[in-house]
């Protein structure tokens, strides 16, 4: 994530995202704060999603509900491309240790 206002890089782990959003879990807790707007970028399957985004909540375990904001179609399908190749994932997971 990048930090608009201080334009600092911090990293982290998505650890849930969604269409209109992710759950992150930062490598330097309480690094960021409610209210903060970041620039939010990750790379998986191929596609390299950046997207600005806004901190909407941080839970007492430190991670952070982030919503995005400016998305365009292209970012939206990207999104959407990298929730079904993880959900079909999880499923094939799921079917070969059900079978083993």
Known sequence: ???????RWYSGTI???SISGCLV???EPGCLQSGDVVEV???L???SIRVTA????????????IQFRARNENTNQQIIQVMQRLAQEWSE????ESQG
């Open 54 to 65: 806004a901190i909407r909540h941080v839970r007492p375990d430190q991670s952070m509900g």
């Open 93 to 96: 997971s799921q079917n070969s």
């Open 25 to 27: 879990r930062p490598d």
């Open 41 to 43: 970028s990750f790379s």
């Open 1 to 7: 994530m990048y930090h608009l206002l201080t334009q």
């Open 15 to 17: 650890v849930d995202l």
């Open 45 to 47: 399957f191929g596609y």
